[in-house]
């Protein structure tokens, strides 16, 4: 009967193994999407301000410096405060930094949306003051949704952060039209209220959704120590990842300033076709990241990275075009429009899962989870200075030079980065199997001593028990 019963006791024990699996996986699956949906706000809010807050900051006595100065605060303080998130949250808890970067966040757009009943320098300091608050809780909750990706879906971190720069690109592409049409419906307040309450609605999901610390975290998630940290960040090979993403994206953040006016002065087209034309990149830009994403976990990601740079300083040099190529084409503008979003989105995407090779490579003993809230600090940082330092760059050149010019130089410096990484990659390889090659020799010249040694002392067993029978 003992035996039957240990029989009959497998079968079940594997049906509640797979029906415990098949439930945590839905609730992994149902999490990412409501992040996705937070996340989508988030970089809705950030490319809304577009269409109508310059107009209404000018009717309320603000200068033009203020509303640059103003969207401008988000990434600042994604700039600055992401990497301080990504480093204390073991002791602070992804679940509690989430949940408290959407109540900021969301909060923050919420009373945005009052900034339309005051005027002059009440309407400057109330307008910083809520930016401010919405950066504090934008780099929170996107360095907890990157830790979150690594955490819930091991192994598929070129999946995971594909889908999340498709929402990444959806929503930089739909914010202005989002905020445009609600603009129009409800004025200045609907979109941020829209905007800032749908996150917030997604609290209590994410509160039962997500398990609590402990259960998320593997058994030997700890805080990075200071040294190892300024070891990691002292590699050529991860500032050289930093690097690929900030250029990646000034690559097609520097078109924010001064694309629609070369456009509309070249061509001659309406705004509603010079709005189309900047979807472009961005269809591109959301198609590859869903076709590609799925291959960074097979395949080594540093050579997407690589293609990635080089398409992107193609598609600078013929953007404009530069003026040692052709003169300025529609057909060719557009088709350049197209590579800049594929070479973007094969710069961003691999990073992720590379990052995290890197580090587990050179620091085995440090735990998965421990490396992903590590770069889930970095990349958002890294992203928000491209999308911060572009457009400030090639607004002022656009003084002093033509755009074709600058586009051109931005195509140097991407070309420049791809030759940077492809030999640090190069030689941190031969450097790599250099070492395995010379721990390989170490390891057979101990055996061989270790044999020596051990012939030497059969060799003295054998005398002494000879002379021991004579």
Request: charge should be negative; aromatic fraction near 12%.
């Amino acid at each position: 009967m003992a035996t039957k019963g240990a029989y009959e006791g497998e079968p079940i024990a594997r049906v509640s193994g797979r029906a415990t699996y098949n439930s945590s996986c839905c609730r992994n699956v149902v999490t990412l999407t409501i992040c996705l949906a937070v996340y989508l706000c988030c970089n809705m809010t950030f490319s809304m301000f577009g269409p109508f807050f310059p107009i209404e900051a000018q009717e309320k006595g603000a200068p033009s410096i203020i509303v640059g100065g103003v969207v401008s605060t988000y990434p600042a303080c994604v700039i600055v405060l992401s990497p301080i998130f990504g480093y204390y949250l073991p002791k602070v808890g992804v679940k509690f930094c989430l949940l408290a970067g959407i109540l900021l966040f969301g909060g923050s757009n919420i009373l945005f949306a009052f900034v339309y009943w005051l005027s002059g320098i009440s309407f400057t300091i109330f307008s910083f003051l809520m930016a401010f608050v919405g950066g504090i809780g934008s780099s929170m909750l996107q360095t907890s949704i990157y830790a979150l990706i690594g955490m819930l879906f091991k192994g598929h971190y070129g999946l995971t952060m594909g889908l999340t720069e498709v929402v990444v690109g959806i929503g930089y592409a739909a914010g202005p039209v989002v905020a445009g049409s609600l603009y129009e419906i409800g004025g200045f307040m609907l979109p941020f209220l829209v905007v800032g309450s749908i996150p917030v609605a997604f609290i209590p999901f994410l509160y039962i959704t997500i398990t609590s610390p402990k259960e998320q975290m593997d058994d030997e998630t700890s805080q990075l120590s200071i040294r190892t940290t300024g070891h990691i960040l002292k590699s050529c090979v991860i500032i050289c990842l930093v690097l690929s993403i900030i250029i990646g994206t000034m690559c097609y953040s520097y078109l924010t300033p001064i694309f629609s006016l070369f456009v509309y002065n070249q061509f001659h087209l309406s705004i509603f076709e010079i709005g189309l034309i900047g979807l472009i990149d961005a269809a591109t830009y959301v198609v590859l990241c869903l076709v590609t994403g799925p291959l960074y976990d097979r395949l080594p990601p540093k050579p997407f990275i690589v293609t990635g740079l080089t398409l992107c300083s193609i598609a600078c040099f013929l953007i404009g075009p530069a003026p040692y190529i052709s003169k300025p084409r529609l057909w060719l503008t557009l088709v350049a429009d197209g590579i800049l979003g594929m070479g973007v989105a094969l710069t961003v995407s691999p990073v992720y899962s590379s990052l995290m090779q890197e580090v587990k490579s050179r620091y085995p003993e440090l735990s998965n989870d421990s490396i992903a809230m590590f770069i889930s600090g970095i990349i958002p940082a890294a992203i928000s200075s491209g999308e911060l330092i572009g457009p400030l760059i090639s607004g002022g050149l656009a003084e002093i030079m033509s755009f074709e010019e600058c586009s051109s130089l931005f195509g140097e410096l991407s070309l420049a980065m791809a030759i940077l990484l492809l030999a640090v990659i190069t030689l941190n390889w031969f450097w790599f199997a250099k070492t395995v090659k010379e721990l390989d020799v170490m390891q057979q010249l101990e055996k061989s001593t270790e044999v020596t040694r051990n012939y030497d002392t059969f060799l003295e067993d054998t005398k002494d028990t000879t002379w021991t029978i004579l």
